[in-house]
C-alpha cells in the first residue's frame, strides 16, 4: 500500500506561508517590509543559501513519534526533494496470507522546510578548534513523515526505509496493552543542549562548599595542575573551579552508551535540546547524536521531548529578540515544532495552533503528560521591576499564593510574541500564535487537569515533564521577586502542585538548573505527595547549588527549595585519591547521567524504582579516558502505586 502524501491532520493551515526572511538575515528578523513575500522570494533557492552540494540518502536517519498500542509515525530528513519508500513487517500488517499478510510499504511526500536553512551568519561562523564550517550539511531540509497504523500492541515490527541511494533498518515495540504487561523501563534526562562548539567545549564542574569531600579525601587537583592544563578552569562564586574531563560531546555519546544498554521503553527529553533551538548547527548536532552519524537510539526508542527556553532562543541569530522584533524566539520555537510537531490523539484537539507544544502519551499502564513551561502571564521581568508581588527574602517558607510568580522567562512578553508570530508566518492573526500559558484559566491548565482526571478515572500511573523545575536549590530555584531573584525560575510551575496532588501524579520530571536533584511534596501533608526531579545532567553544565553571600562576605548556599531531600553536588561527597603520583577522583561528586524509571507489575498494583544513574569517567595516569562506568547515586527510591495507578500514602 501507498500513502501518496502526509495525513489531512497534518496538512498546513491555509495561508499559513512561511515568511523565512528572518533566517536568511541571520542576526536580526525580517523587516516589516519583507511581510506578504512568500517562501521562495524570501529565502532563496536551496542552492542560493549555502554552498555546500546537497547529499543523496538521509540528513536525520528515521525516528519515532507519536507511540501507541497500535500505530507508530516514522520522521526522517532528507536534503534532497525525493520521496522515501518504508517497508514494515510484522503482525497485522498487509493483506493476504503467509508473509504477505506481515509487511506493508508505504511511500513518503517530502516537503521543504525553509526555517531550517542556514542563516548567512550561520554559514559565517568560526569555532575554536574545528575547521570553518566543517560542522555545515546541506543546503536544504526536506521532512519525510508516514504514519504506520493498525499495529498490534506490545509487538516487534522491523522496518527498513529507503532514501535515495541510502537505507536504514531498525525495530520498534508498541505500547503494551494495559491489561497484559510485567515492566517498563523509562529513561529521563534534560539539557542535551547540543551545538558543533559541545566538540571541544569542557563545562564547569562545581563542588559543594560545604560538603565537597570525604573525611578520607585529597583535595582536588589545584591551579596550574596537570588537570587545569589540559581541561582548563572557570570561575564560580568567587572560587577556583575545574573544568569537566569529558567534553559535552563525549559526554553525551558516553551517556547515550548505557542508555541503550539499558534498553527502554521510552524515553523522555525534559527541555533543552539544542544550545538555541534557532541556531541550524545545534540542530545538526542534536540528531546526530539520536538519528544520526554517532547513534540511532531514536530509531528504536520513541522520544518524548518538551520545550525549553532554549528552544525558544535563536543563538547567533538574535537570541531572545527585541520587544521591538521578537521573530527570533518565533523562529526558534518553530523549528522545533518542524522536527517534534505531534498532532495526534493526546493534543489539544481544541487548540490545534498549539502544535504539540503539550501533550500526552500513553504507554500500557504509564501515561506521560508532556507541558510546555516556557511563558507564563502576567509577564514579570526583573529588570524592568514588573514582579508578581513584593520582593521578599529566605526559603519557600516564605513563599504563599498571593506572591507567587507567574511567568517562567523575563525576556518577551506573550503581546510581542504573538505580533512577531503573524509577521513570520504570512496570513495569520495573533489568535494563531502557537504560544500556551502555563497559568491557571488557560488553555494548557483546562487541558491538563481534563487529561489527569480521564487517566486517573482509567486508573493510569501518572508521570509528568516539563523543563523548569518547580522544586531547585539551583541558580533558577528563586522566583523574579525574591531578594536573590531569576528571570527564568521555575517557581511558577508550583501552581500546578495542587492538581497533581489531587490526581495522584507520581513524579515530575524537569531540568533546567543542570544539576540532579530530587524533591518530595507533598503540600496538604496527606503522605501522598509525588518525587519532583532535576534531571538537568545530560552533557551540558555541572551546577550544584544557589551560593549566595553571607554578611561575612563568604559564599553559602541559599537553599530556597525545603522540599529538597537529596542533590548529587551536596549530598554525593567527591573522594580523590593519589594513585601512580596523580591525583584521580575515586568517587562522588556530580557527573552526567540519568534516570532510570522501572515501573513492575506487583499484583493489582505496581512498584516504582528510580534509580539516579551517573557516568563515572575512568582516566589514565595521563587523564586520558579509559573508559566510562554506569554507577548508582545513593538515592534510590522505591515506592507503590495501588490497582488506581495510585502512589500509596508514605
Given at each position: 500500500?501507498?500513502?501518496?502524501?502526509?495525513?489531512?491532520?497534518?496538512?498546513?493551515?491555509?495561508?499559513?506561508?512561511?515568511?523565512?526572511?528572518?533566517?536568511?538575515?541571520?542576526?536580526?528578523?525580517?523587516?516589516?517590509?519583507?511581510?506578504?513575500?512568500?517562501?521562495?522570494?524570501?529565502?532563496?533557492?536551496?542552492?542560493?543559501?549555502?554552498?555546500?552540494?546537497s547529499?543523496d540518502?538521509?540528513?536525520?536517519?528515521?525516528?519515532?513519534?507519536?507511540?501507541?498500542?497500535?500505530?507508530?509515525?516514522?520522521?526522517?530528513?532528507?536534503?534532497?526533494?525525493?520521496?522515501?519508500?518504508?517497508?514494515?513487517?510484522?503482525?497485522?500488517?498487509?493483506?493476504?496470507r503467509?508473509e504477505?499478510?506481515?509487511?506493508?510499504?508505504?511511500?513518503?511526500?517530502?516537503?521543504?522546510?525553509?526555517?531550517?536553512?542556514?542563516?548567512q551568519?550561520?554559514?559565517?561562523?568560526?569555532?575554536?578548534?574545528?575547521e570553518?564550517?566543517?560542522?555545515?550539511?546541506?543546503?536544504?531540509?526536506h521532512?519525510?513523515?508516514?504514519?504506520?497504523?493498525?499495529?498490534?500492541?506490545?509487538?516487534?515490527?522491523?522496518?527498513?526505509?529507503?532514501?535515495?541511494?541510502e537505507?536504514?533498518?531498525?525495530?520498534?515495540?508498541t505500547?503494551?496493552?494495559?491489561?497484559?504487561?510485567?515492566?517498563?523501563?523509562i529513561?529521563?534526562?534534560?539539557?542535551?543542549?547540543?551545538?558543533?562548539?559541545?566538540?571541544?567545549e569542557?563545562?564547569?564542574?562545581?563542588?559543594?562548599?560545604?560538603?565537597?569531600?570525604?573525611?578520607?579525601?585529597?583535595?582536588?587537583?589545584?591551579?596550574?595542575?596537570?588537570?587545569?592544563?589540559?581541561?582548563?578552569?572557570?570561575?564560580?562564586?568567587?572560587?577556583?573551579?575545574?573544568?569537566?574531563?569529558?567534553?559535552?560531546?563525549t559526554a553525551?555519546?558516553?551517556n547515550?552508551?548505557?542508555?541503550?544498554?539499558?534498553?527502554?521503553d521510552?524515553?523522555?527529553?525534559?527541555?533543552?535540546?539544542?544550545?538555541?533551538?534557532?541556531?541550524?548547527?545545534?540542530?545538526?548536532?542534536?540528531?546526530?547524536?539520536?538519528?544520526?552519524?554517532?547513534?540511532?537510539?531514536?530509531?528504536?526508542v520513541p522520544?518524548?521531548?518538551?520545550?525549553?527556553?532554549?528552544?525558544t532562543?535563536?543563538?547567533?541569530?538574535?537570541?531572545?529578540?527585541?520587544?521591538?522584533?521578537?521573530?527570533?524566539?518565533?523562529?526558534?520555537?518553530?523549528?522545533?515544532?518542524?522536527?517534534?510537531?505531534?498532532?495526534?490523539?493526546?493534543?489539544?484537539?481544541?487548540?490545534p495552533?498549539y502544535?504539540?507544544?503539550?501533550?500526552?502519551?500513553?504507554?500500557?499502564?504509564?501515561?506521560?503528560?508532556?507541558?510546555?513551561?516556557?511563558?507564563?502571564?502576567?509577564?514579570?521581568?526583573?529588570?524592568?521591576?514588573?514582579?508578581?508581588?513584593?520582593?521578599?527574602?529566605g526559603d519557600?517558607?516564605?513563599?504563599?499564593?498571593?506572591?507567587?510568580?507567574?511567568?517562567?522567562?523575563?525576556?518577551?512578553?506573550e503581546?510581542?510574541?504573538?505580533?512577531?508570530?503573524?509577521?513570520?508566518?504570512e496570513?495569520?492573526?495573533?489568535?494563531?500564535?502557537?504560544?500556551?500559558?502555563?497559568?491557571?484559566?488557560?488553555?494548557?491548565?483546562?487541558?491538563?487537569?481534563?487529561?489527569?482526571?480521564?487517566?486517573?478515572?482509567?486508573?493510569?500511573?501518572?508521570?509528568?515533564?516539563?523543563?523548569?523545575?518547580?522544586?531547585?536549590?539551583?541558580?533558577?530555584?528563586?522566583?523574579?521577586?525574591?531578594?536573590?531573584?531569576?528571570?527564568?525560575?521555575?517557581?511558577?510551575?508550583?501552581?500546578?502542585?495542587?492538581?497533581?496532588?489531587?490526581?495522584?501524579?507520581?513524579?515530575?520530571?524537569?531540568?533546567?538548573?543542570?544539576?540532579?536533584?530530587?524533591?518530595?511534596?507533598?503540600?496538604?501533608?496527606?503522605?501522598r505527595g509525588?518525587?519532583?526531579?532535576d534531571?538537568?545532567?545530560?552533557?551540558?553544565?555541572?551546577?550544584?547549588?544557589?551560593?549566595?553571600?553571607?554578611?561575612d562576605?563568604?559564599?553559602?548556599?541559599?537553599?530556597?527549595?525545603?522540599?529538597?531531600?537529596?542533590?548529587?553536588?551536596?549530598?554525593?561527597?567527591?573522594?580523590?585519591?593519589?594513585?601512580?603520583?596523580?591525583?584521580?577522583?575515586?568517587?562522588?561528586?556530580?557527573?552526567?547521567?540519568?534516570?532510570?524509571?522501572?515501573i513492575?507489575?506487583?499484583?493489582?498494583?505496581?512498584?516504582?524504582?528510580?534509580?539516579p544513574?551517573?557516568?563515572?569517567?575512568?582516566?589514565?595516569?595521563?587523564?586520558?579516558l579509559?573508559?566510562?562506568e554506569?554507577?548508582?547515586?545513593?538515592?534510590?527510591?522505591t515506592?507503590?502505586?495501588?490497582?488506581?495507578?495510585?502512589?500509596?500514602?508514605r
Amino acid at each position: 500500500m501507498t500513502s501518496p502524501s502526509l495525513p489531512a491532520r497534518r496538512t498546513r493551515r491555509a495561508g499559513r506561508t512561511l515568511l523565512a526572511a528572518a533566517v536568511v538575515l541571520g542576526s536580526v528578523a525580517a523587516p516589516a517590509s519583507a511581510v506578504g513575500t512568500t517562501a521562495a522570494t524570501a529565502v532563496g533557492t536551496p542552492e542560493q543559501q549555502a554552498p555546500q552540494q546537497s547529499q543523496d540518502g538521509f540528513r536525520v536517519l528515521p525516528y519515532l513519534m507519536e507511540p501507541t498500542g497500535d500505530s507508530m509515525d516514522l520522521v526522517w530528513f532528507s536534503e534532497l526533494d525525493v520521496p522515501g519508500t518504508v517497508v514494515v513487517s510484522g503482525p497485522g500488517l498487509g493483506q493476504g496470507r503467509g508473509e504477505a499478510a506481515q509487511k506493508a510499504t508505504f511511500t513518503s511526500a517530502p516537503e521543504y522546510q525553509p526555517l531550517l536553512d542556514y542563516t548567512q551568519a550561520e554559514r559565517d561562523q568560526s569555532i575554536p578548534g574545528l575547521e570553518q564550517g566543517s560542522w555545515l550539511k546541506g543546503p536544504a531540509n526536506h521532512k519525510h513523515r508516514v504514519s504506520l497504523t493498525g499495529l498490534k500492541p506490545d509487538k516487534t515490527y522491523t522496518y527498513t526505509v529507503t532514501q535515495g541511494s541510502e537505507t536504514h533498518t531498525a525495530t520498534f515495540t508498541t505500547a503494551p496493552d494495559k491489561q497484559s504487561w510485567d515492566d517498563i523501563r523509562i529513561i529521563a534526562f534534560s539539557d542535551t543542549e547540543t551545538e558543533p562548539h559541545g566538540r571541544t567545549e569542557h563545562r564547569e564542574w562545581e563542588l559543594s562548599p560545604v560538603n565537597g569531600y570525604t573525611e578520607d579525601s585529597e583535595p582536588r587537583p589545584g591551579e596550574g595542575s596537570a588537570w587545569d592544563k589540559l581541561f582548563g578552569a572557570t570561575t564560580r562564586y568567587g572560587a577556583f573551579t575545574l573544568r569537566y574531563p569529558l567534553s559535552q560531546d563525549t559526554a553525551l555519546k558516553e551517556n547515550l552508551k548505557h542508555i541503550e544498554e539499558a534498553d527502554p521503553d521510552l524515553m523522555l527529553i525534559a527541555g533543552d535540546l539544542a544550545q538555541g533551538s534557532g541556531y541550524q548547527p545545534a540542530w545538526d548536532e542534536f540528531f546526530g547524536y539520536f538519528a544520526g552519524e554517532n547513534g540511532d537510539l531514536a530509531s528504536r526508542v520513541p522520544l518524548l521531548t518538551a520545550l525549553g527556553n532554549w528552544e525558544t532562543f535563536a543563538a547567533l541569530n538574535g537570541g531572545y529578540g527585541t520587544a521591538e522584533d521578537q521573530s527570533p524566539a518565533v523562529i526558534s520555537r518553530n523549528k522545533y515544532h518542524a522536527y517534534f510537531e505531534r498532532t495526534g490523539e493526546g493534543t489539544d484537539q481544541d487548540n490545534p495552533q498549539y502544535r504539540g507544544s503539550y501533550y500526552r502519551t500513553d504507554h500500557g499502564p504509564v501515561t506521560v503528560l508532556t507541558l510546555d513551561s516556557t511563558n507564563g502571564i502576567p509577564y514579570e521581568n526583573t529588570r524592568t521591576g514588573t514582579l508578581s508581588g513584593e520582593v521578599f527574602s529566605g526559603d519557600d517558607t516564605q513563599l504563599t499564593d498571593e506572591n507567587l510568580s507567574t511567568d517562567t522567562q523575563g525576556e518577551f512578553t506573550e503581546a510581542d510574541y504573538d505580533r512577531a508570530f503573524t509577521e513570520v508566518f504570512e496570513g495569520t492573526t495573533e489568535a494563531d500564535s502557537d504560544l500556551p500559558n502555563v497559568n491557571e484559566g488557560t488553555a494548557q491548565w483546562d487541558w491538563a487537569q481534563e487529561q489527569l482526571a480521564d487517566a486517573r478515572e482509567k486508573g493510569q500511573i501518572v508521570v509528568v515533564q516539563f523543563h523548569h523545575a518547580a522544586y531547585s536549590n539551583g541558580v533558577h530555584g528563586t522566583p523574579p521577586n525574591h531578594e536573590h531573584a531569576d528571570n527564568q525560575s521555575g517557581v511558577a510551575m508550583r501552581a500546578y502542585t495542587a492538581m497533581f496532588e489531587e490526581y495522584g501524579v507520581a513524579a515530575v520530571i524537569s531540568g533546567h538548573d543542570e544539576m540532579f536533584e530530587r524533591s518530595w511534596v507533598d503540600s496538604d501533608g496527606d503522605g501522598r505527595g509525588f518525587h519532583s526531579y532535576d534531571v538537568g545532567v545530560a552533557a551540558d553544565g555541572l551546577r550544584g547549588e544557589q551560593q549566595v553571600r553571607s554578611e561575612d562576605g563568604a559564599y553559602e548556599p541559599l537553599r530556597f527549595n525545603t522540599h529538597s531531600e537529596w542533590t548529587a553536588a551536596a549530598d554525593e561527597p567527591e573522594t580523590w585519591v593519589e594513585r601512580d603520583g596523580v591525583l584521580q577522583l575515586h568517587d562522588g561528586g556530580l557527573h552526567y547521567g540519568h534516570l532510570q524509571i522501572d515501573i513492575s507489575r506487583t499484583g493489582r498494583g505496581a512498584e516504582i524504582t528510580m534509580t539516579p544513574v551517573y557516568v563515572f569517567p575512568i582516566l589514565d595516569e595521563d587523564y586520558g579516558l579509559e573508559r566510562t562506568e554506569r554507577r548508582v547515586y545513593d538515592d534510590v527510591v522505591t515506592f507503590a502505586v495501588d490497582q488506581d495507578g495510585l502512589p500509596v500514602q508514605r
